[in-house]
């Protein structure tokens, strides 16, 4: 089991530009979540899905868009990049079975927009 | 929404030494998951622990959900713990993760 992966590990975008952030989870897990994190606080959720088809917005969804076409991929899109959008994202999944909903998040892609 | 807060914000030990982290939540909550977050940036899952005490070698973490808090014992601290310590909990109808702000931990050889 590779657990959650992402890609790319580092990007450098200029303002205006757009890019997909890649997750990918090999747990069957059906939920399936996006943070980022800026320096020095805790992550935030910028999307969510409960499983292929479905996606909803979390606390920061402004500037994203997300598609979950298939249970293991949960692509975030990032369009018009802005410097406010600089953090660390990281891709999170889980299997809310049997009353126990563990997350497991992926590496992260450190994403710098000058 | 959900409150999460963690103390303290900082805390340098010398390694042997032994801490507790507390995580304080306004709500009831469903999840709760202590994280390492190591100088690499990675994320790693320590305990998913809504309830009750459980330990894994040198840590332990209980939780007194009618009280509203958490705690995370570290014992005979390793250099290799230093990084940053969250707690995240989940109490509303959706399973998104609240964060604290975390505890930057420093141990010294």
């Known amino acids: 089991n590779a657990g959650v992966t992402q890609t790319p590990k580092f990007r450098i975008l200029k303002i205006g530009q757009s890019m997909t952030l890649q997750c990918t989870q090999d747990m069957n897990h059906n939920y399936m979540y996006w943070y980022r994190q800026d320096p020095g606080m805790g992550l935030k959720l910028i999307y969510y899905s409960v499983g292929a088809g479905i996606t909803d917005k979390g606390e920061v969804p402004n500037g994203y868009n997300v598609s979950r076409s298939t249970t293991e991929d949960f692509p975030l899109r990032l369009e018009l990049a802005a410097p406010s959008q600089t953090s660390v994202y990281f891709c999170?999944?889980?299997?809310?079975?049997?009353?126990?909903?563990?997350?497991?998040f992926g590496p992260g892609t450190r994403l710098t927009v000058t | 929404g959900i409150q999460v807060e963690q103390s303290p914000p900082d805390l340098i030990l010398q390694e042997g030494a032994n801490s507790t982290l507390r995580c304080n939540f306004s709500?009831?909550?469903?999840?709760l998951q202590w994280f390492h977050q190591n100088p690499w940036g990675q994320l790693i899952n320590l305990f998913y622990?809504?309830?009750g005490t459980k330990q894994n070698g040198r840590l332990s973490a209980t939780t007194v959900a009618t009280e509203r808090y958490s705690l995370l014992y570290i014992s005979s601290s390793q250099t290799t713990d230093s990084g940053v310590y969250f707690c995240a909990v989940n109490g509303g109808a959706t399973n998104k993760l609240i964060f604290g702000t975390g505890t930057l931990l420093a141990v010294q050889p």
């Open positions: 999170a999944s889980s299997y809310p079975g049997q009353g126990v909903d563990e997350q497991y």
């Open positions: 709500d009831s909550v469903n999840n």
């Open positions: 622990i809504p309830s």
